[in-house]
């Protein structure tokens, strides 16, 4: 969300004014801009040294206007000014469209400003992306924005605020666009996106599924993908949505943070394992070859080693693929905050290492899946050495195929062999001469 995001306030500024471009250096701007996420410390660490790593930047040059945005900006609020005296506005995540005025406000009066507001009619936003190269690899379009669930541990309703959606006449709109643009894959963006509840224009609502289906009949569109969905909003009419409509991939990011109940009720998730698995098989049996990641906390307080081996064998049941995991991280503001933790740093690392080498297994398993099978994959773009072209799969598996000279791939819709497997990297044939 914060790159679809970092993309929106480039275009807003771009377009705003002629006097706006994007350079390439830091040496050469005079306008910097940070936009932050929050999510775990480590985020928020970065932040700082990089604040560190430009402070000579900014005081040898005192035209330079220096920004920070997003969710760190929410959180930190004054203080960041304080810490960093050299920051000279502080936006929230929802005043995108306000940074142009505040730019201008600063130059003409030469004074500190903070602008963090909440539901600021982000609603009927259409984002149309100005910069042609961003269409191919960026195709994710909000759709809705903040949360209400209030996890013991996390900050996002603190710091994004309150559950918005967006109207869906604003989502066709970009998304139509979009397709005008040769885009034929859209990635629906938000922090739980099965959430979704707006209206439509005759006052009918309008929830996920049925916004999905509205943006499967855009002709243009071919491949619908979203990101993040919640447990408890995954109803049966989305479910219906992978019989009826195959514009939707067999990929599903389904975050479920810990295999064990005790722990995922300290966490205030509000399902239980049971539950969450029973979503996975409903759906196994409408698309027997669909794929599936996750989102883990590793060392969240009081988990002990018998509710991580519950971690351990629901990733080897559902047999997730390349999936998040992190060790927990206590945000100030939670409800787990104050939470006493005496696991170790060893043994939650331990721990750690355990998961990712049980995703990195799994992920070999679901490459060697589909070795020798055709499929198709939407063409993303090139390699570094321009060597490769690589696109993903229906099911999100990457495939890397040789480049020919003069014939281009990106943003193509093609079948592939899969040919073999390397270090988790699969290979691909495609019959040029067709
Ligand atoms: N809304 C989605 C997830 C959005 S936040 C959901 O609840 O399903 C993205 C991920 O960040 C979460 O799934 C969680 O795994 C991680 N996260 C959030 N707060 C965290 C914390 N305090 N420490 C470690 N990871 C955290
Ligand atoms: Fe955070 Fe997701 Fe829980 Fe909302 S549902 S509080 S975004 S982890």
């Known amino acids: 969300m914060n790159k679809y995001d970092s993309n929106k306030i480039i275009s807003y500024l771009l377009k705003s004014s002629k006097n706006y471009i994007l350079v390439n250096s830091l040496l050469k701007s005079n306008i910097i801009i940070l936009n932050t996420c929050s999510v775990r410390q480590k985020a928020q660490d970065k932040l700082f040294n990089y604040l560190n790593k430009i402070k000579n930047i900014k005081i040898n040059n005192p035209n330079l206007i220096l920004l920070v945005g997003g969710c760190v900006a929410t959180q930190e609020k004054e203080k960041l000014f304080l810490k960093f005296k050299y920051i000279d506005i502080i936006f929230g995540p929802q005043n995108i469209k306000d940074i142009f005025f505040l730019i201008n406000d600063f130059i003409k009066y030469k004074k500190k400003i903070i602008k963090i507001d909440f539901n600021n009619k982000i609603n009927k936003d259409i984002n149309f992306f100005l910069k042609d190269k961003n269409y191919i690899n960026n195709t994710y379009v909000t759709i809705m924005e903040g949360c209400n669930k209030f996890c013991s541990y996390c900050i996002v309703p603190y710091t994004r605020g309150k559950q918005i959606s967006r109207d869906p006449m604003s989502i066709i709109s970009e998304i139509c666009y979009l397709s005008n643009k040769g885009i034929s894959e859209v990635n629906l963006l938000g922090q739980n996106v ?29 491949r619908i993908r979203f990101i993040t969905s919640h447990p408890n909003d995954f109803t049966k009419d989305i479910i219906s949505c992978y019989k009826n409509n195959n514009k939707i991939m067999d990929f599903l990011h389904l975050p479920v943070q810990s295999g064990s109940d005790r722990i995922l009720k300290i966490m205030k998730r509000n399902y239980t394992i049971n539950f969450y698995k029973k979503i996975i098989y409903k759906l196994l049996c409408i698309r027997p070859k669909m794929i599936f990641s996750s989102d883990f906390i590793i060392g969240f307080p009081t988990e002990s080693d018998y509710d991580f081996r519950l971690t351990l064998d629901l990733i080897n049941d559902v047999k997730f693929d390349n999936s998040y995991a992190f060790l927990y991280s206590p945000r100030k503001g939670t409800k787990s905050y104050d939470m006493k933790n005496d696991i170790s740093l060893l043994k939650k690392k331990n721990r750690l290492y355990m998961v990712q080498d049980l995703l990195y297994k799994n992920s070999i398993y679901w490459n060697k899946k589909i070795l020798n099978s055709k499929q198709e994959i939407l063409v993303e773009g090139l390699t570094k050495k321009n060597d490769f072209y690589y696109g993903r799969c229906s099911n999100n598996k990457i495939i890397y195929l040789k480049k020919k000279k003069h014939i281009n791939l990106i943003g193509k819709i093609i079948k592939v062999n899969i040919l073999y497997e390397k270090n988790n990297f699969l290979y691909g044939k495609f019959n040029y001469n067709i």
């Open 194 to 222: 099965t959430a979704y509840s707006s209206f439509l224009s005759n006052g009918k609502k309008c929830n996920f599924s049925y916004l999905l289906n509205l943006i499967s009949e855009i002709d243009g569109i071919k």
